[in-house]
């Protein structure tokens, strides 16, 4: 079974910078595409950041020239290294594997999409 798990969450002052990551546990042959997400008080979940298999990249018009994105292929990790950091980026960070092909524990193989539990990024005034 697949699991991601986020870290690098914080508080910060605006201005500031942090790097968030998200490893991938499990058996895994390919990842379609490695996304961010965040999700505000109130607000819906939204697409910060994505890089597909192929190398591509997208980016949430609020974030670009401040994030970037970028992966560890033989951990199967993304990351996202976010500067300039305002206050409306305070949000709790979600990382999100698309087109996830796997062994289970009995070696049948999976398809699927899945989610981090999150990381908390605060940025202060």
């Known amino acids: 079974q697949v699991q991601l798990a986020e870290s690098g969450g914080g508080l910060v002052q605006a201005g500031g910078s942090l790097r968030l990551s998200c490893a991938a546990s499990?058996?895994?042959?390919?990842?379609?595409?490695r996304d961010w997400y965040r999700q505000a008080p109130g607000k819906d979940r939204e697409l910060v950041a994505s890089?597909?298999?192929?190398?591509?990249?997208n980016f949430a018009d609020s974030v670009k020239g401040r994030f970037t994105i970028s992966r560890d292929n033989a951990k199967n990790s993304v990351y996202l290294q976010m500067n300039s950091l305002k206050p409306e980026d305070t949000a709790v960070y979600y990382c999100?594997?698309?087109?996830?092909?796997?062994?289970?524990?009995?070696?049948?193989?999976?398809?699927?999409?899945?989610w981090g539990q999150g990381t908390q990024v605060t940025v202060s005034s």
């Open positions: 890089l597909t298999s192929g190398g591509s990249t």
């Open positions: 499990g058996t895994i042959f390919s990842i379609n595409s």
């Open positions: 999100h594997y698309g087109g996830v092909i796997s062994w289970s524990a009995d070696r049948r193989t999976l398809a699927g999409d899945y």
